[in-house]
């Protein structure tokens, strides 16, 4: 009886760790360019200080339009967001137009409702592995350059600072 848990156990942990995605070194350090060969170096960072965070109380959606509530002081050069809010992907790089260069983090949503939809219903595991995607956007001459990182098992360093509404 007592072999018969254990086995059981160890099957379902074994379960659980085979519906992980495997992520591969190439599709951790998804690039997206336009046209130019851009790589970002402060997204690569290890600690991201004064970061500016955005959560579902700040954001205000209408349709498919979105409004975020908080200000960013005109003296920062480049701000750094860390988005919490359940805010599709996509919107990100259209986000506070007035900054030339701007650095996002957000949880990679996207690959949570994925491998969430994936896991059996009858084993009981716990909740996918962490995700976090780091943006970079810069924009030039009315085009916009993007650059991205996705770290796994984990969210980068971040140091808050308090913002006005």
């Not at 690039?31 to 790589?39: D, G, L, M, Y």
């Not at 200080?49 to 959560?55: L, P, R, W």
């Not at 200000?71 to 988005?83: A, H, N």
């Amino acid at each position: 009886m007592k072999k018969t848990i254990i086995i059981s156990v160890l099957f379902a942990f074994y379960a659980c760790a085979n519906k992980t995605p495997k992520v591969t070194e190439n599709q951790s350090l998804q690039k997206n360019t336009s046209a130019h060969t851009f790589h970002s170096k402060r997204i690569r960072d290890s600690i991201f200080y004064n970061v500016i965070e955005i959560t579902d109380n700040d954001v205000v959606k209408n349709g498919t339009k979105y409004l975020f509530n908080v200000e960013i002081p005109k003296s920062e050069e480049t701000p750094v967001l860390f988005v919490s809010a359940r805010v599709p992907l996509e919107i990100l790089s259209g986000i506070y137009p007035e900054f030339p260069k701007l650095i996002v983090i957000a949880p990679n949503w996207n690959l949570y409702d994925e491998v969430s939809k994936q896991m059996p219903s009858d084993i009981g595991c716990a909740e996918p592995r962490t995700s976090t995607v780091i943006y970079e956007f810069n924009r030039e001459n009315k085009m916009l350059l993007k650059d991205s990182i996705i770290v796994m098992d984990t969210f980068p360093e971040m140091r808050f600072k308090t913002t006005s509404k």
